[in-house]
């Protein structure tokens, strides 16, 4: 029904950037939330960053000023740019999708999850 692909993942160096992708399937896209989660080894998954259907985007805290989500619906995409990258943003990442249209900042507000995309920044 809903189906998410992370990509754009990588190894980079401290201060560099990235732009992650979540492609979605469906033609109803403009409709949901889109939330990015990561998790790295050993520690427990935290949500990121989110983006409404009606464009609200809550962060986490720590990302303010440096990660920038968006979404082009007409792609069926939302992005995650990434700067200022630092070590302790390394780990895995993942999308995840509310049909409701929801930001919601936690797991259990999402129904669809991709499969994860490894972001390593070295020091």
């Known amino acids: 029904q809903v189906q998410l692909v992370e990509s754009g993942g990588g190894l980079v160096q401290a201060g560099g950037s990235l732009r992650l992708s979540c492609a979605a399937s469906?033609?109803?896209?403009?409709?949901?939330?889109v939330g990015w989660f990561r998790q790295a080894p050993g520690k427990e998954r935290e949500f990121v960053a989110a983006?409404?259907?009606?464009?609200?985007?809550p962060y986490l805290n720590s990302v303010k000023g440096r990660f920038t989500i968006s979404r082009d619906n007409a792609k069926n995409t939302v992005y995650l740019q990434m700067n200022s990258l630092k070590p302790g943003d390394t780990a895995v990442y993942s999308c995840?999708?509310?049909?409701?249209?929801?930001?919601?900042?936690?797991?259990?507000?999402?129904?669809?999850w991709g499969q994860g995309t490894q972001v390593t920044v070295s020091s």
């Open positions: 983006i409404s259907s009606g464009g609200s985007t």
């Open positions: 995840a999708a509310d049909p409701l249209g929801r930001a919601g900042t936690v797991r259990g507000s999402y129904g669809y």
């Open positions: 469906g033609p109803t896209f403009s409709t949901y939330g």
